[in-house]
């Protein structure tokens, strides 16, 4: 079992930035892939950007990328969402996940454990 914590959202103007994070209390996630997810009010949750276990690789949703920045600190435990350019579009809940492989993915069901989620919101 993992226990994760996001932090860092909260209220901004459109063309802001924030910076979540996500840790795990309990254990080492030095070989497990992490992702970011947001969820808009009535819309699915959607794959926002995923990290590999050493940090080598990553992918992000095409509404995002450039925009926003995941990276990691395997000592501290902890994966990061760098987003600069907020746009009001950007306004929903982000949960941070954990999956039991090392290789990043943008598939939800591959995630094995899940956050509460921060919920991040841009005002225009």
């Known amino acids: 079992q993992v226990h994760l914590v996001e932090s860092g959202g909260g209220l901004v103007q459109a063309g802001g930035s924030l910076r979540l994070s996500c840790s795990a209390s309990?254990?080492?996630?030095?070989?497990?892939?992490m992702g970011w997810f947001r969820q808009a009010p009535g819309k699915e949750r959607e794959f926002v950007a995923t990290?590999?276990?050493?940090?080598?690789?990553?992918f992000y949703a095409d509404s995002v990328k450039d925009r926003f920045t995941i990276s990691r600190d395997n000592v501290k435990k902890t994966v990061y969402l760098q987003m600069n350019s907020l746009k009001p579009e950007d306004t929903a809940i982000y949960y941070c996940?954990?999956?039991?492989?090392?290789?990043?993915?943008?598939?939800?069901?591959?995630?094995?454990?899940w956050g509460q989620g921060t919920q991040v919101t841009v005002s225009s």
């Open positions: 996940a954990v999956r039991n492989n090392v290789r990043a993915t943008s598939v939800e069901r591959e995630y094995d454990y």
């Open positions: 309990e254990r080492t996630l030095s070989t497990n892939a």
């Open positions: 990290i590999s276990s050493r940090g080598y690789t990553t």
